[in-house]
C-alpha cells in the first residue's frame, strides 16, 4: 500500500541551485521582465561547458504560448541544468524560472513513477495506492473497458485530453478515441474573444493577432485585461522594445496590476464592464465618422446593402435568381469565401446605381434605398443606429473611467498611428467576452488597424502549426478502418458532460457514461464548480483512468495512474501561438523509472482492446514522422530531417515581413465569406452547441451588444447576497497547475492566499496572515489571507493551479459555475460573486 504526498521534494532547493550553477534564481529573477527574460537567461549561460557535458536542445512544453527553447546540460545521463536556446530570431529568445527548474520537475519525488491502482476497497481521493505492473494495469484496464463497452456501448466511455502537454503527442489520446470509438470531451476554455473576432476577420478561435513581433512597428500598445509582466515574459520583453522604440503603453484593468506599473497610464475598470467600454468607444468614433473612410470602403463590409426585410445582404441571387438563391444558411454564409460565390451589392458613388463590391472602387457608405422594390440600407448606416445607446457618459458610470479617459482611447484609435490591443485570456473569462472581441475588431477594422504593421489585436499570436491530421486519423496513416469509427460521436462538450455523467442524458439522447480515460489535462482542478466533478464523476463512472506526471488532482480521484514520461525523455515537435515557429525537442535522458510516452500508453491501451491493426506501434521517431507529413509542410520545405537539424523552423511570415492576419498571407483579404472584415454578421451562430439556448441571444448579435456579466459586475443580483467579485489569476510561477509541487519556485509563493482589498479586509475584521474562509452557493474554501492595495474594492482573487491538498480545506475551483456564455462555448470563471469571513480560532 502506498501513501502519496504531493508536497514532498527529496531534490532540494540547495541542490537544484547548486546543480543550475546558482545563476538561474539570482536577482534577476525580479524586475521589468517578470521573472525571467533575456538577462536571467543570459546569466544561467556563463558557465563554461565541462567537458563530459552534453547539450541537447529542446523546448519547453507546458501550457505557455511562450514556448521557450531550451538547452538540457547532460552528465552521466543526468539534466544537471537548463539554459536558454536561442531561436533564430533574438527577439523570439528568452526563458523564465519555470523553464529552468525543468529538472527539478524532472527528479522531483512527486513524479508519477509506477502505474498506480487504488487500493480495493478506498475511497477515490483517499491517496492509498499499490503499485502494480504495466501488464496487470494494462489487462484491468481493458478488461474493465471492454465489458463496459459490451454492456452500455461506445458511447460510455469518454476519452479526455486537455492542453497541458503542447507537443505533438498531445494527439495521442485523439487517435486512441478514433481508433476505437467512444466520446470525446471537448475543452470549454479561452475560446470566447476569438469566437468574436472570428465574425469579424475570420481567423477561428485563436488566429485573430498578428505575429507578436509585429508590436515592435506599434506606436500604441493598449494591455487590456491580461499582465503579461507576469504571465508572457518573452512578450513583455517584445512590448518593451515597442516601449523603446517610442510606442505609449496604457493599461486597462481593474486593479494595480505588475504590468500596470511599466506602462505610461493605468486605466482602472470596475469588473466586468469592458464590454460597455469597448462599445461606448466604437460609438463615439461612427458618431463622429472618425473613420479611414478609403480603407473602409475598400476592406470592410460597411457599404454591403442589407435587405430590411431579412436583415441578410442583397446579394446577386437575389436580383437575377439562379442555383444561389435559395441558399441561405448559417454554414453557407459564414464559410469563406461564400460572399464572394454570390456578390453583395454596394451602391456605386459615381452611378448611383448598384453595382458588386467586388467591382466597385467608389461605394457609398451611408444611406437607405430600394432595389427592384426591395428596401436596404448600408451597414455602416445600420452600424450607427444601433451604437447609438451606447453612449461615453452611461459607459463612464457604470464602468468608472472618466469621460475624458473614453474620449482619449477614441483619440488613439483615430490617431492615424497603428495601435494594437493586447489581450490574452482575462476578459475571455466573462460572459459577453466574445462581443468584446467582435467590437475591439470592428474598432479596429473602421481605423485601419487590421490591415497594417504595428496593428490590430494581440492574444494567442500566430496558428498553432501545421500539424498534419494523420497524428489523429488512424484510417489514413495505416489503411485499415476500426470497425467502431461509425460509433465515434462528435465531441461532447464539457459543461453538459458534466451533467451526462449523472443523468445518461445528453442533448436528449441517451449517453451512458460509465468510464473516463483522460491525459495531458488536469481536469478536476481546471473546470469550474469543482465539487460537479468530485461528486458527478467520481462518485458515478464505474472507471477512472488517468496518465500524468504528477499526482494532481485527476490522478488523485482516479481508479488507475500512469506515469507519462516528462519532455526530456522523448523526442517531439512543437507547434506555437507565441511565435512562428515549429520546433524539435530533442532527448536528452532515458524515460526514469517506468514512466512511458503518451504514444507508447495509449498504443498498449489499443492493443489491449484489441486494436493492433489499426494503432501499430509507432517509434518517436516515427511519430515526428507523421506528424510533419503534409502538403503543407513539404511545401516550405519542413521534413523530420530539416527540423532536426536546424532545430526551429519559421512557418509563418519571414524575419524582414512578420506575419500578419489579413497581410501579405491573404493578399490584403481577410480568411472571412467577403474577403473583407465584416463589421455586420449576417447569422451570428454559437462557437459549440450542447442543449443551451443560443438562438434567442444569437438573432440579436449581427452588431455587438451589451451583455451583463452573470455575476461579478457591480449591478448584477447576487451581489447583495456575495458581494466581492472573484478571480483565479495566473502567476509566474504556475503555468494553469503545472510546477504546482515545485519547491524551488513555492520559496515565494508558499501556500494558496486570498488577495483582498484593505476596505473589504477592514470591513469584516480581516488581517494579512489571518486565516479565512471563502465561500458561496456552490462551494468554499479556507485560506490565509494578504491583504493587498493593488486591488480596488469588491474584487478579490486566488491565484490558480493550486491543488485541494495544498488548501486548509475545499478548494478554489469549487466557487466557480460550470456555466458558459451560450454563445461563446466558453467557461466564465471571473464571472464570480463570493463573500469571505474570518475563520474563529
Excluded at 512543437?574 to 532515458?590: D, Q, W
Excluded at 463589421?679 to 451588444?705: L, N, R, V
Amino acid at each position: 500500500m502506498l501513501g502519496f504526498d504531493s508536497s514532498t521534494s527529496k531534490l532540494t532547493r540547495r541542490s537544484f541551485l547548486k546543480a543550475a550553477g546558482a545563476t538561474s534564481l539570482g536577482a534577476a529573477a525580479v524586475g521589468s521582465l517578470g521573472f525571467g527574460g533575456g538577462a536571467l537567461a543570459a546569466l544561467a549561460q556563463e558557465e563554461a561547458v565541462p567537458e563530459n557535458e552534453e547539450i541537447v536542445s529542446t523546448i519547453c512544453s507546458a501550457n505557455c504560448f511562450q514556448a521557450c527553447m531550451l538547452n538540457a546540460h547532460v552528465r552521466d545521463g543526468k539534466v544537471v541544468k537548463m539554459s536558454r536556446g536561442d531561436y533564430p530570431e533574438e527577439i523570439y529568445s528568452g526563458c523564465c524560472l519555470r523553464g529552468l527548474s525543468i529538472p527539478e520537475r524532472t527528479y522531483s519525488d512527486n513524479r508519477l513513477k509506477y502505474p498506480l491502482k487504488r487500493v480495493e476497497g478506498t475511497e477515490r481521493g483517499a491517496g492509498e495506492w499499490e503499485r502494480i505492473s504495466w501488464d496487470q494495469a494494462i489487462d484491468e484496464i481493458t478488461t474493465q473497458l471492454k465489458a463496459i463497452r459490451e454492456e452500455y456501448g461506445p458511447r460510455a466511455v469518454t476519452f479526455g485530453f486537455s492542453s497541458g502537454n503542447y507537443r505533438g503527442q498531445e494527439a495521442a489520446t485523439i487517435r486512441l478515441a478514433f481508433t476505437v470509438g467512444g466520446c470525446f470531451l471537448q475543452l470549454m476554455y479561452d475560446w470566447a474573444v476569438g469566437w468574436g473576432t472570428n465574425r469579424v476577420i475570420g481567423g477561428g478561435t485563436f488566429g485573430y493577432s498578428n505575429e507578436p513581433k509585429d508590436m515592435v512597428n506599434s506606436k500604441y500598445i493598449i494591455v487590456w485585461g491580461t499582465n503579461p509582466v507576469l504571465t508572457t515574459p518573452q512578450t513583455w520583453r517584445i512590448i518593451l522594445q515597442a516601449k523603446d522604440n517610442g510606442a505609449k503603453l496604457l493599461c486597462i484593468d481593474p486593479m494595480r496590476s505588475a504590468t500596470s506599473h511599466y506602462c505610461d497610464e493605468w486605466i482602472q475598470i470596475k469588473q466586468g464592464t469592458d464590454l460597455y467600454l469597448a462599445l461606448a468607444m466604437l460609438n463615439e468614433i461612427v458618431k463622429e465618422d472618425r473613420i479611414d473612410v478609403e480603407y473602409v470602403k475598400r476592406a470592410t463590409t460597411a457599404p454591403f446593402l442589407i435587405r430590411q426585410d431579412t436583415g441578410l445582404f442583397l446579394r446577386r441571387s437575389d436580383i437575377e435568381g439562379g442555383e444561389l438563391a435559395d441558399v441561405r444558411d448559417a454554414v453557407t454564409l459564414n464559410t469563406a469565401g461564400s460572399t464572394k460565390a454570390d456578390p453583395a451589392y454596394v451602391i456605386d458613388e459615381a452611378t448611383g446605381d448598384i453595382a458588386f463590391y467586388t467591382e466597385c472602387d467608389t461605394p457609398v457608405l451611408e444611406g437607405e434605398f430600394e432595389v427592384q422594390g426591395i428596401k436596404v440600407k448600408t451597414a455602416y448606416s445600420a452600424l450607427k443606429e444601433h451604437m447609438a445607446a451606447y453612449t461615453v457618459e452611461d459607459a463612464s458610470e457604470l464602468s468608472g473611467v472618466p469621460v475624458e479617459t473614453i474620449r482619449e482611447l477614441v483619440d488613439i484609435y483615430t490617431s492615424g498611428e497603428p495601435v494594437m490591443a493586447y489581450t490574452q485570456f482575462g476578459i475571455d473569462h466573462y460572459r459577453g467576452s466574445h462581443l468584446w472581441g467582435q467590437t475591439l475588431a470592428i474598432i479596429a477594422a473602421l481605423t485601419n488597424n487590421l490591415s497594417r504593421h504595428g496593428s490590430g489585436l494581440g492574444g494567442p499570436g500566430c496558428p498553432k502549426g501545421a500539424l498534419s491530421p494523420l497524428y489523429v486519423n488512424p484510417v489514413v496513416s495505416t489503411g485499415v478502418s476500426p470497425v467502431d469509427i461509425a460509433n465515434m460521436d462528435p465531441r461532447l462538450c464539457s459543461a453538459a458532460w458534466l451533467e451526462a455523467v449523472r443523468t445518461g442524458k445528453y442533448c436528449g439522447e441517451d449517453y451512458p457514461i460509465k468510464a473516463f480515460v483522460g491525459a495531458t489535462g488536469n481536469p478536476a482542478s481546471n473546470y469550474p464548480q469543482q465539487r460537479l466533478w468530485l461528486e458527478d464523476v467520481v462518485g458515478n463512472l464505474d472507471l477512472i483512468v488517468t496518465t500524468d506526471i504528477e499526482m494532481t488532482d485527476t490522478a488523485r480521484y482516479s481508479d488507475y495512474v500512469l506515469p507519462a514520461s516528462f519532455w526530456l525523455e522523448y523526442p517531439d515537435i512543437r507547434g506555437n501561438f507565441s511565435n512562428p515557429y515549429l520546433v524539435y525537442g530533442g532527448k536528452a535522458i532515458e524515460p526514469l523509472w517506468e514512466c512511458k510516452n503518451d504514444s507508447e500508453i495509449t498504443t498498449l491501451i489499443a492493443h489491449g482492446l484489441g486494436y493492433e491493426e489499426h494503432y501499430p506501434y509507432f517509434t518517436d521517431e516515427e511519430w515526428i514522422d507523421i506528424g510533419l507529413d503534409s502538403d503543407e509542410n513539404r511545401a516550405r520545405g519542413i521534413d523530420h530531417a530539416t527540423l532536426k537539424e536546424k532545430k526551429a523552423i519559421r512557418q509563418l511570415g519571414t524575419e524582414e515581413e512578420p506575419w500578419m492576419v489579413g497581410g501579405f498571407e491573404y493578399d490584403n483579404e481577410f480568411p472571412t465569406p467577403s474577403g473583407r472584415a465584416e463589421i455586420y454578421c449576417e447569422i451570428p451562430t454559437a462557437c459549440y452547441e450542447y442543449g443551451q439556448d443560443w438562438q434567442s441571444e444569437a438573432k440579436e448579435q449581427q452588431f455587438p451588444i451589451w451583455l451583463p456579466p452573470f455575476e461579478n459586475w457591480p449591478g448584477a443580483e447576487i451581489r447583495s447576497k456575495y458581494p466581492l467579485g472573484y478571480l483565479q489569476l495566473h502567476q509566474r510561477g504556475r503555468t494553469h497547475s503545472q510546477w504546482f509541487a515545485s519547491e524551488t519556485l513555492r520559496e515565494i509563493d508558499k501556500e494558496p492566499l486570498l488577495h483582498i482589498s484593505r476596505p473589504d479586509a477592514d470591513n469584516r475584521g480581516i488581517a494579512s496572515g489571518d486565516v479565512v474562509e471563502v465561500f458561496n452557493d456552490r462551494g468554499r474554501c479556507v485560506v490565509k489571507a494578504v491583504v493587498d492595495d493593488a486591488l480596488p474594492e469588491a474584487l478579490c482573487y486566488i491565484p490558480k493551479g493550486w491543488q485541494r491538498s495544498q488548501f486548509i480545506e475545499g478548494g478554489y475551483q469549487e466557487l466557480t459555475a460550470n456555466r458558459a456564455d451560450a454563445c461563446a462555448g466558453s467557461y466564465v470563471y471571473y464571472d464570480t460573486a463570493v463573500e469571505v469571513k474570518k475563520v474563529e480560532e
